[in-house]
Structures are given as structure tokens and as C-alpha cells.
């Protein structure tokens, strides 16, 4: 089975801490994905990956930066934190362009005191 | 960019009763995606539909993909407690998909 790990289910930090969330597949998948789930928002997505280094913005780039060093792990960093990214983040990944399964991680809730 | 809505946002149904969620993209879409996510759990795929007019079938569940390949839509038959969750529809635009906001199911048994 495809296995998307996201290392911290929940986190509490504060207004301008630097917050790292990790994820990790284990499928040797080209592309990975960041996402924030909200209420009546429904998933929007920060940025993607599509090989090793490569990183492209979403909707929703702005306070958020990504890193992929290693194809099987995709960091979403927010170097800055703000009450508003107070969020459930949800990380993906695929095999196929434009087509294919996403597979989820669990999600990763931020509350930003 | 290519926007993704989808209606109704809620929907309480009986146990028995019939649901459908529906999916409208600004754009043509090469595909479309379905996911569910239980409460307290993340998305999980249900199906991709690629093909105009395709219609495809899992047991309760049946999918649509309309003609001009902007539209789509998830009918549950006889509603089952085990189908609560949230539905959401996704387009694939290049690299991403783009989600619906989602159809929140509540069913009351």
C-alpha cells in the first residue's frame, strides 16, 4: 500500500515562529503536493512538485515555501507564522501528470497562538 | 485560473433517501476526480472519469462525466450511515488538481 506520512498530526505554535511540516511517501512518486483544508473553504492548494528541486506556486503561495531535496520527502516551511494559518495541511502525492490517484497523508492541524 | 464549484455545500438526508452532489468547472477538463473524506479522516479516491458522457458505476454509487467535459456529478441510491462524509469533485488542470469545495452528507438513520 501506498504509505504518505506527515511527521506531526498536531502542532501549537506561536505568532512569528518558523514552522517546518514534513512529509514523506513511499512510492517513488514524481509529484507531491501541500494543501490547507478550512471550513467551507475546501482544499486549496499551496504548492506542488513534480521531480526532485522543481517546485511550482498554487493558489495560495503567499507566507509559504517549499523545499524537496529527496523525491520521497516534500517540506512545506512557513518561515513566519500568522493566526491565520491556523489550518488542517494536507499533504499528496502521485505518479501521473495531470492524471492519476492522490494519495493523502493524514494531516498535520496547526493552530498558530 | 480554472475554478471548481460544486453543490449543494450541505445536504441531511434519511437512511433510504437518494443523494447527488454536482460539479461545474469554468474550464474543459481532461478529467475529473472524486474523493471522500470521513470525518476526522483525510480525502481518499474514489474514481476518475475521462471520457465525455462517461457514466461508471460502484455498487451505490453511480458517476457522471458530462458531454462538454465540464461538469460532473455523484448520485448515492438508498443512503447508508457508512456514507456520511464529504464528497468532493476534482479537476485536473496541468500538474494539479483543483477541488471542489466539497458536499458535506449527514445521514440520519
Known amino acids: 500500500d501506498v504509505k504518505v506520512t506527515q511527521s506531526s498530526r498536531y502542532l501549537v505554535k506561536r505568532t512569528g515562529e518558523k514552522v517546518f511540516l514534513e512529509c514523506v511517501q513511499d512510492m517513488d512518486h514524481e509529484n507531491m503536493f501541500w494543501y490547507r483544508q478550512d471550513p467551507g473553504l475546501g482544499l486549496r492548494l499551496i504548492y506542488f512538485s513534480y521531480d526532485v528541486k522543481m517546485k511550482e506556486k498554487g493558489d495560495i503561495p503567499e507566507g509559504y515555501s517549499v523545499s524537496r531535496e529527496k523525491k520521497e520527502r516534500f517540506s512545506l516551511i512557513l518561515e513566519s507564522a500568522s493566526t491565520n494559518q491556523t489550518s488542517m495541511y494536507l499533504c499528496a502525492s502521485r505518479w501521473g501528470f495531470g492524471t492519476g490517484e492522490l494519495f493523502f497523508g493524514e494531516g498535520s492541524r496547526l493552530t498558530v497562538l | 485560473g480554472q475554478q471548481v464549484m460544486q453543490i449543494p455545500q450541505y445536504q441531511h438526508v434519511q437512511e433510504g433517501e437518494d443523494f447527488t452532489t454536482y460539479c461545474n468547472s469554468s474550464?474543459?477538463?481532461?478529467?475529473i476526480q472524486w474523493y471522500k473524506q470521513r470525518p476526522g479522516g483525510h480525502p481518499v479516491f474514489l474514481i476518475q472519469l475521462v471520457k465525455s458522457g462517461e457514466v461508471k458505476k460502484q455498487k451505490r454509487l453511480t458517476f457522471q462525466f458530462g458531454e462538454a467535459k465540464k461538469n460532473s456529478s455523484l448520485h448515492i441510491t438508498a443512503t447508508q450511515t457508512t456514507d456520511v462524509g464529504t464528497y468532493f469533485c476534482?479537476?485536473?488542470?496541468?500538474?494539479?488538481?483543483?477541488f471542489g469545495k466539497g458536499t458535506s452528507l449527514l445521514v440520519t438513520p
Open positions: 474550464t474543459t477538463l481532461s478529467n
Open positions: 476534482a479537476g485536473n488542470s496541468g500538474y494539479a488538481l483543483n
